[in-house]
């Protein structure tokens, strides 16, 4: 008897199991690195295990090369359990935790572990809900293909014509909200979510093709994407696709949202769908905006009319708040001069600043003159009197004495007479007059008879002539 481990969802447990046989394993290469495949034999056929990690073993590669995204870092080894029974549905085949994989004994179909690898992928980056299914059968088919299994494929079938049916089955429901894991669900209802999801999955493959898909897968990698039942997810996913193509395919996705749909309801989702994206553009929100995650709420529930009401009113109130900041005059702040920060930014100080400046420089043109007239004074002292300090200004009209006009006879002369003796008289004449204008003339005469030579006489300044005096 040996102990292997049993998985409960993530918990793993030993317990004893009867005839078991062993647990076998094998590397494989991916873009992360190597990893680690096991098969845990749980009572089943051996040469049905081996079988089953050798397809493992040769599917990961491929899938995760077709998908076009890493496996995820979470999965550090790949484990899985090959059991007589799942202990789950009668109908499941196969089960993924999102970290281990469990099959039900010798199910000859070796697309079933293909599917529940790809499961992976769905689980950890949040593949939209209602594409989870198809998602998987879809890779697991196109891996079948590239391991040379055409035989167990059902690719060869018209999937438009496939879609179009789909509103005719008397089982159909609204996938986006179905949750097959549910109570009370008929095994009709479940029958039909996983045909519609591979029906809409398939012909979204052929329009885009493998690549269009790996680049959608990239966007999606990258993008909070909404994975539960009833969420966003399938909204951000036609969003995703629009601008990984260009092209808007919501029309592929209507039975995600409704059962029963009409061209104008194609028209909506449409349109709804372009919306979204333009108004996460203009406003810049994120799917997490309540007003914008409340819209494709309604959105996925197929109420079109609902979305769009939100959804203009998000609009309005932007341009109203832009309108609002572009028009309203910014809040004046009655900024004090005490309150300024910087003393050159107090005006009182800078007037002061002013008018000291024009008072010293008024103070230097006084001190300037004032020291200039200082300047001429100690010139003129260390000079001492100049000629022109003994010239006598012309004497104002009226000053002079009146003269009157007398001849030579009087004097003993004739208009002949001698003219030594007439130039003698004259010269006492004018010194009589000089002596009479001014009293400045007077103290002239004092400091001349103080002179000890006569010769000092000759120095004196010349007399004006008695007849210019006269006149």
């Known amino acids: 008897m040996k102990w292997v481990p049993l998985l409960l969802m993530s918990i793993s447990i030993l317990v004893p199991v009867e005839g078991a046989r062993n647990v076998t394993q094998t590397t494989v290469y991916l873009q992360e690195g190597p990893i680690i495949i096991k098969f845990v034999n749980m ?19 491929i899938i995760e090369d077709l998908i076009g995204i890493p496996l995820p870092s979470v999965i550090e080894t790949v484990e899985i359990y090959g059991r007589k029974t799942l202990d789950k549905e009668e ?32 689980i950890h980056y ?27 494929t059902y690719q060869e079938r018209n999937w438009e014509q496939e879609y179009l049916l789909l509103q005719e089955n008397s089982y159909r429901i609204p996938l986006n909200n179905f949750n097959y894991n549910s109570e009370n669900v008929s095994e009709e209802s479940i029958e039909y979510f996983y045909h519609a999801s591979t029906v809409i999955v398939y012909q ?28 966003i997810g399938i909204v951000q996913y036609m969003k995703l696709t629009k ?22 309801d194609v028209k909506q989702l449409q349109e709804s769908v372009e919306r979204y994206c333009s108004v996460q553009e203009l406003i810049g929100a994120t799917d997490s905006h309540e007003q914008l995650r409340t819209a494709l709420v309604a959105l996925v529930n197929g109420n079109f009319s609902q979305f769009k009401t ?53 103070l230097v043109i006084i001190l300037r003159k004032i020291v200039g007239e200082e300047e001429e004074i100690l010139e003129w002292e260390a000079k001492g009197p100049s ?22 006879s009087e004097f003993g002369l004739d208009e002949e007479g001698d003219l030594d003796e007439l130039s003698e008289l004259r010269g006492i004449s004018e010194l009589d007059i000089l002596g009479t204008t001014t009293s400045k003339g007077l103290e002239e005469m004092k400091d001349l008879e103080s002179m000890e030579d006569l010769e000092d006489l000759e120095e004196l300044p010349e007399i004006p002539d008695i007849e210019e005096l006269t006149k």
């Open 387 to 408: 000629q022109d300090f003994w010239k006598t200004p012309s004497p104002e009209p009226g000053l002079l004495p009146k003269t009157e006009e007398v001849s030579g």
């Open 126 to 152: 949040n593949v939209p809900w209602p594409l989870v299914e198809g998602y998987c059968d879809v890779y697991a088919d196109l891996c079948a293909i590239e391991l040379g299994l055409h035989e167990v």
């Open 204 to 231: 979204f493959y052929e329009t885009v093709g493998v690549t269009g898909l790996q680049e959608i897968n990239q966007l999606m990698a990258a993008y909070p994407m909404d994975g539960k039942v009833g969420g």
């Open 243 to 264: 601008e990984a193509t260009g092209i808007n395919y919501a029309r592929l996705f209507m039975p995600t949202i409704v059962d029963t749909w009409t061209d104008a």
């Open 43 to 61: 009572g089943v056929d051996a040469y049905w295990g081996a079988h089953i990690l050798e397809n493992a073993a040769a599917a990961l590669p």
């Open 91 to 122: 109908w499941a085949v196969g089960y993924n935790d999102g970290h281990t994989v469990t099959l039900e004994k010798d199910h000859p179909n070796p697309i079933i572990i293909f599917h529940e690898l790809v499961h992976f992928w769905t």
């Open 310 to 362: 939100i959804e203009q009113t998000m609009v309005t109130q932007y341009y109203t708040e832009l309108a609002k900041g572009e028009t309203e005059l910014p809040e004046q702040e009655i900024i004090y001069p005490e309150e300024e920060t910087g003393i050159f930014q107090n005006r009182l100080f800078l007037i002061g600043i002013v008018m000291l400046v024009v008072v010293i420089i008024l």
